[in-house]
């Protein structure tokens, strides 16, 4: 059975910094990508930055870049997300997500973890 379990969300002040961990089991862990989505209340859902299963490739969503780390250890089938300078506008739920080499169409989904950043 597959499993991704987030942790690491909470409430910070404007500037602070948070780190997010993905727990992932039930899949060959190396093969896949590892995307962060989130979605805040009444917004679509979007992606945040996606890594790469072998060779760890990443991307970021614009407003992220240079405040947001995307890495993984796929001896321990995690992938971190380190957000710093965290603003306002970064408040959601986020996600981790798995898709076979690329983050596309998710094949799989963890709960969320809430995170709130307060001005």
């Known amino acids: 059975e597959v499993h991704l379990v987030e942790s690491g969300g909470g409430l910070v002040t404007a500037g602070g910094s948070l780190r997010l961990s993905c727990v992932a089991s039930g899949f060959t862990f190396r093969d896949y990508a590892i995307g962060w989505y989130r979605q805040a209340p009444g917004k679509e859902r979007e992606r945040v930055s996606c890594?790469?299963?072998?060779?760890?490739?990443?991307s970021y969503k614009t407003s992220v870049k240079g405040r947001f780390t995307i890495s993984r250890d796929n001896a321990a089938n995690t992938v971190t997300l380190l957000m710093n300078d965290l603003k306002p506008e970064d408040t959601a739920v986020y996600y981790c997500?798995?898709?076979?080499?690329?983050?596309?169409?998710?094949?799989?989904w963890g709960k969320g973890t809430p995170v709130t950043v307060s001005p």
């Open positions: 997500a798995a898709d076979k080499d690329w983050c596309g169409t998710m094949k799989f």
């Open positions: 890594i790469s299963g072998r060779e760890s490739i990443v």
